[in-house]
């Protein structure tokens, strides 16, 4: 007796790492099209052309999925800023380094729209707190740039923390609302808007 081809067809065992993006491409197509909420995660292993055992090698529930999502995007924008600080100096223009930190992030964003509006659109509560959680890593990475810019002398005195915090949740407000067309404004505004806070708040006194 003959065996058909899904008899015959071999099991593909995939590196953890890859078969973990798969799930997370699957589950940012089914996020999109369905909602957080609606989506199970029959659909997203549907998608990805796996077991639901596979999926849960690697999750614990639909709202870890949604948290890596975030982590991935937030990792994506942690390397661009690290490239902005690398073999920064004393002497260099702080103002310039922070405005330049923030309006990568806005272009990042901007890139990864769908994410924002999959995740601040319809994830819920649980899923919402781990991707703020995220959102810490991008706030310490802005302080410890305005440090730096404070001990060396071209950035006012201040408080770091506070206004990392500050702009990283008004840009991402201001992003939030373009995004989700509640705003008029368009990126170029939010760019100028966000460079003269900067300089207002934090340039040296002439």
């Not at 690398?86 to 223009?93: K, N, S, V, W």
């Amino acid at each position: 007796m003959s065996r058909g081809p899904e008899a015959t067809r071999k099991r593909v065992i995939k590196p953890a790492g890859e078969r973990r993006a798969e799930l997370l491409d699957a589950a940012m197509d089914v996020f999109t099209e369905r909602g957080v909420a609606d989506a199970t995660v029959s659909d997203i292993t549907a998608r990805a052309e796996v077991a639901k055992g596979s999926f849960y090698l690697h999750f614990s529930a639909k709202e870890q999925v949604v948290a890596a999502l975030w982590e991935r995007y937030v990792a994506g924008y942690l390397e661009l800023a690290e490239a902005v600080l690398a073999d920064r100096t004393p002497q260099d223009d702080w103002i310039d380094v922070l405005t330049a930190l923030l309006e990568r992030l806005i272009d990042h964003a901007m890139e990864h729209a769908g994410l924002h509006r999959v995740v601040y659109g319809s994830a819920d509560a649980k899923a919402l707190a781990l991707c703020w959680e995220t959102n810490q890593q991008v706030i310490d990475l802005l302080a410890e740039a305005i440090k730096r810019g404070m001990t060396a002398g071209v950035l006012r005195p201040g408080t770091p923390e506070v206004f990392a915090r500050i702009a990283y949740h008004g840009v991402h407000g201001a992003l939030h609302d373009m995004i989700s067309g509640t705003a008029p404004y368009d990126r170029a505004e939010v760019v100028a808007s966000m460079r003269d806070i900067v300089d207002r708040v934090l340039g040296p006194d002439l």
